[in-house]
Nanobody, 117 residues
Framework: QVQVAESGGGLVQLGGSLTLSCAASGRIFNRYTMAWYRQALGKQRELVATVTEDGRTYLADSVRGRFTISRDNAKNTVYLQMNSLKPDDTAVYFC???????????WGQGTQVAVSS
C-alpha cells in the first residue's frame, strides 16, 4: 500500500512558475513509476508527465519544454517543476504511483493550480 499526497498548488499569473511536490509513503517507493495527471473543469483527466523507477521521463506534448518531472527516492518524493504557465494549465493536478509488475495504482487527492491571464 502506498499513500501519496500532493502539495504546492496555487494561483499564479501568466508566465509564472510553480513546483508541485508529491510525497509518498512506503519503503518501496523506488519500485513505482510516478506520474502527474491533471483534470480541468469539465474535461477528462490527462497524463502530464511520468518518471520511471530508473529515472526515465515522459512529458506530454502540451507541456514539453515548460515542465520538468523529477524524483528523489531518498525523500520518497516526486516533483513537477512548471514554468511559463498558461491559463490552459489551470487544473487539479493529481499524483499517481503505479507499480508496473503488480499493476497497482494509488492516487492523491489533488492540488489546484490556477493560472490567471
Amino acid at each position: 500500500q502506498v499513500q501519496v499526497a500532493e502539495s504546492g498548488g496555487g494561483l499564479v499569473q501568466l508566465g509564472g512558475s510553480l513546483t508541485l511536490s508529491c510525497a509518498a509513503s512506503g519503503r518501496i517507493f523506488n519500485r513505482y513509476t510516478m506520474a502527474w495527471y491533471r483534470q480541468a473543469l469539465g474535461k477528462q483527466r490527462e497524463l502530464v508527465a511520468t518518471v520511471t523507477e530508473d529515472g526515465r521521463t515522459y512529458l506530454a506534448d502540451s507541456v514539453r519544454g515548460r515542465f520538468t518531472i523529477s524524483r528523489d527516492n531518498a525523500k520518497n518524493t516526486v516533483y513537477l517543476q512548471m514554468n511559463s504557465l498558461k491559463p490552459d494549465d489551470t487544473a487539479v493536478y493529481f499524483c499517481n504511483a503505479h507499480h508496473p509488475l503488480l499493476n497497482q495504482d494509488f492516487w492523491g487527492q489533488g492540488t489546484q493550480v490556477a493560472v490567471s491571464s
